[in-house]
């Protein structure tokens, strides 16, 4: 299996913009997916196959992708984006299928 | 409206039995693989287990593998997580998720609200 690694917070002011990466070897071969998850609340996906976004979730969040990092930018930054946000891929090698980041805890200052 | 609905969880001693259950709703149930996914207190997510549509497929992580066994019901549209030998590690509230899975793609686009396991003397 292999490890996703993203940074343990970040913080923003209200109405920057929020760069979020997640970075790994198997990246350039899978694409990345992003949850958010507000505290005692389930997941909620953001972004899927690096860049799109699923209905429902407001156009200032983006996905981007470059080489071995993938990165969520939220833009405009609002105090509801304030969670936890975790980058997943997938690894295709059949033994583990699913690997997680370790989390980003964006703060709105 | 998709809905996914865990319970079965508790507190139990190690070494302890715990079935969780999730009741889904408003997609072909038998079309899509399922997944749990858990989290410990304070702590971020990890996959457990996952299963295919028709059931025939079953993965599970190493940290539970030969101890947890994932299964479903079709024809009831639950999941189910039968977990055995029980360690203290393995508290922490469980999700059910629905899988999206393609050759290239494997996320999970809705997710349950969690049921908590704690292992616990």
């Known amino acids: ?109 | 409206e998709v809905q996914l609905v865990e319970s079965g969880g508790g507190l139990v001693q190690p070494g302890g039995s715990l079935r969780l259950s999730c009741a889904a709703s408003g997609f072909t149930f038998s079309s899509y693989a399922m997944s749990w996914v858990r989290q410990a207190p304070g702590k971020g997510l990890e996959w457990v287990s996952a299963i295919s549509g028709s059931g025939g497929s079953t993965y599970y992580a190493d940290s539970v593998k030969g101890r947890f066994t994932i299964s479903r019901d079709n024809s009831k549209n639950t999941l189910y997580l039968q977990m055995n030998s029980l360690r203290a590690e393995d508290t922490a509230v469980y999700y059910c998720a629905k899988v999206m899975a393609t050759p290239l793609e494997y996320y999970f686009d809705y997710w349950g609200q969690g049921t908590l396991v704690t292992v616990s003397s």
Not at chain 1, 5 to 20: E, F, K, L, M, Y
Request: hydrophobic content about 30%; charged content about 15%; overall charge negative.
């Open chain 1, 1 to 109: 299996s292999y490890e996703l690694t993203q940074p343990p917070s970040v913080s923003v002011s209200p109405g920057q913009t929020a760069r979020i990466t997640c970075s790994a070897d198997a990246l350039p071969k899978q694409y990345a997916y992003w949850y958010q998850q507000k505290p005692g609340q389930a997941p909620v996906l953001v972004i899927y196959k690096d860049s799109e976004r699923p209905s429902g979730i407001p156009e200032r969040f983006s996905g981007s992708s470059s080489g071995t990092t993938v990165t969520l930018t939220i833009s405009g930054v609002q105090a509801e984006d304030e969670a936890d946000y975790y980058c997943q891929s997938a690894d295709s090698s059949g033994t583990y299928p699913v690997v997680f980041g370790g989390g980003t805890k964006l703060t709105v200052l």
